[in-house]
């Protein structure tokens, strides 16, 4: 079955301890990105990446960051987590970048920084 | 930072009557798309409709695009409990070399059975 898989699914953390959450897709696409989702504020893209080793900001990358050694593979680090990272985020992955196919997104991972 | 909105923000309606939705947007584009999201879960892709493409349909759903004044409006007729959930319309950017999908706030749409 095609899809995105994020873990974890929710954490509970303190200020300043570093964690990763990991994004894995199995279909084999190029595209991938970590968006975080809050009240009011629609989905604001953190980071995206084109391919292996092509990483690039997106809107909100203070805090945030990512690596892409493999194609399946997209982990979102945050090395010192603040409360105002408390939020939902979401992994996606499209068979075609530059915003022009579908996102199949991962189901969320939400996160309470303490 | 340029970003899509979607009117209304919440809409109430009775199962069987349609729902529409309105997304409007700020730049120039080459596609716009629509995607759903039930309560904290991820975004499921609805339908994707190209610059110039007027109208699509998929199956109960319709969309409309008017590159003209920038909006796009999603209607599903027959609405059922099941399409409540919320909506989002995302179009794609091209800005200093950053490619970007913007995505609206959504509008939370309640089916009452």
């Known amino acids: 079955e095609a899809q995105v898989t994020q873990n974890p699914r929710y954490l509970i953390t303190v200020t300043g301890k570093k964690l990763t959450v990991t994004c894995s897709q199995n279909m084999n696409h190029e595209y991938m990105s970590w968006y975080r989702q809050d009240p009011g504020l629609g989905l604001r893209q953190i980071y995206y990446s084109m391919n292996v080793e092509v990483t690039d900001k997106g809107d909100v990358p203070e805090g945030y960051k990512v690596s892409r050694k493999e194609k399946r593979n997209f982990p979102l680090i945050l090395e010192s987590p603040s409360p105002n990272q408390t939020s939902l985020y979401f992994c996606?992955?499209?068979?075609?970048?530059?915003?022009?196919?579908?996102?199949?997104f991962g189901e969320g991972s939400r996160l309470t920084v303490l | 930072s340029q970003q899509g909105e979607e009117d209304p923000q919440a809409l109430s309606i009775q199962e069987g009557e349609n729902a529409t939705m309105n997304c409007s947007y700020k730049t120039s584009i080459n596609n716009l798309q629509w995607y759903r999201q039930n309560s904290g879960r991820g975004l499921v892709h609805l339908i994707l409709i190209r610059s110039n493409e007027r109208e699509k349909h998929s199956g109960r759903l319709r969309v409309t695009l008017d590159t003209s004044k920038k909006s796009s409006s999603l209607l599903i007729t027959a609405s059922r409990a099941a399409d409540t959930a919320s909506y989002f319309c995302?179009?794609?950017?091209?800005?200093?070399?950053?490619?970007?999908?913007?995505f609206g706030t959504g509008t939370r749409l309640k089916v009452l059975a």
């Open positions: 996606a992955s499209s068979s075609q970048g530059r915003g022009t196919g579908e996102l199949f």
């Open positions: 995302a179009t794609d950017s091209y800005t200093s070399g950053t490619y970007k999908y913007i």
